[in-house]
């Protein structure tokens, strides 16, 4: 079974310019997450998507962040101005369901973005 | 009241020692832990899970013991290999709409 993949792997921009990542999860699975890693700390999720439809997206910060998943398979996420903090690993993960604890997340290889 | 503590934050093992791993949770919501194993330039991968129901769980040489009462939970790898040298993250989850919290990671390091 092929895995997550994401694209671009690495991607340098400076301050204020935008940028985009793509992700294509797992075939059939029905949920699909966006984490933000910064160096030396763990994932930290921007948002859940169930299908088409957010779940959740509490600390996604929506002045310059923006995602959609469109017909509940691939999905984007954007940065619009980027900051130098937005500098980190932005991985996406899928799994089946997505429902009740106990549920495998798989993740991508992740997207390293540099702001300068 | 979603945070995950983990320590310590790296560690040096020698190949054949025991590397233990700690981490600390606070709502007692959470019903499902991972520890997730995570190589440079790759995303994290599912290592071992326990839910709090039993208080170990073994898959060949890793060993999660769970403390219920104190909300502690620890990785325990025995017989460290070299191989094993990567980053580990313990989580937490919820039922429902599964959302994981993850604690600040544990570089290891295991040297020949």
């Known amino acids: 079974e092929a895995g997550v993949a994401q694209s671009p792997r690495y991607k340098i921009i400076e301050k204020r310019q935008s940028v985009a990542f793509w992700c294509n999860p797992i075939?059939?699975?029905?949920?699909l997450y966006w984490y933000q890693q910064i160096l030396g700390q763990g994932p930290k999720l921007l948002i859940q998507?169930?299908?088409?439809?957010?779940?959740?997206d509490s600390q996604l910060p929506k002045d310059r962040f923006s995602a959609e998943r469109l017909k509940g398979v691939d999905s984007t996420l954007k940065i619009q101005p980027a900051k130098l903090e937005d500098s980190a690993v932005y991985l996406c993960?899928?799994?089946?369901?997505?429902?009740?604890?106990?549920?495998?997340?798989?993740f991508g290889p992740g997207t390293r973005l540099l702001v300068l | 009241q979603q945070q995950v503590k983990q320590s310590p934050q790296s560690l040096i093992v020698q190949k054949g020692g025991i590397s233990i791993i700690n981490c600390a949770y606070e709502?007692?919501?959470?019903?499902?832990f991972p520890w997730y194993q995570q190589f440079p330039g790759k995303g994290p991968a599912l290592l071992i899970a326990?839910?709090?129901?039993?208080s170990e769980k073994k898959e060949g040489r890793f060993t999660i013991s769970f403390n219920k009462s104190a909300k502690q939970f620890s990785l325990h790898i025995m017989d460290s290999q070299p191989g094993d040298s990567a980053t580990y993250f313990c989580?937490?989850?919820?039922?429902?709409?599964?959302?994981?919290?993850f604690g600040t990671g544990t570089k290891l390091q295991v040297i020949p």
């Open positions: 709502n007692t919501a959470f019903d499902y």
């Open positions: 993960a899928s799994s089946s369901t997505g429902l009740g604890a106990g549920e495998t997340q798989y």
């Open positions: 998507f169930q299908n088409n439809g957010v779940v959740d």
């Open positions: 989580a937490a989850s919820k039922g429902g709409y599964q959302k994981v919290t």
């Open positions: 075939s059939g699975h029905a949920t």
């Open positions: 326990i839910r709090p129901d039993v």
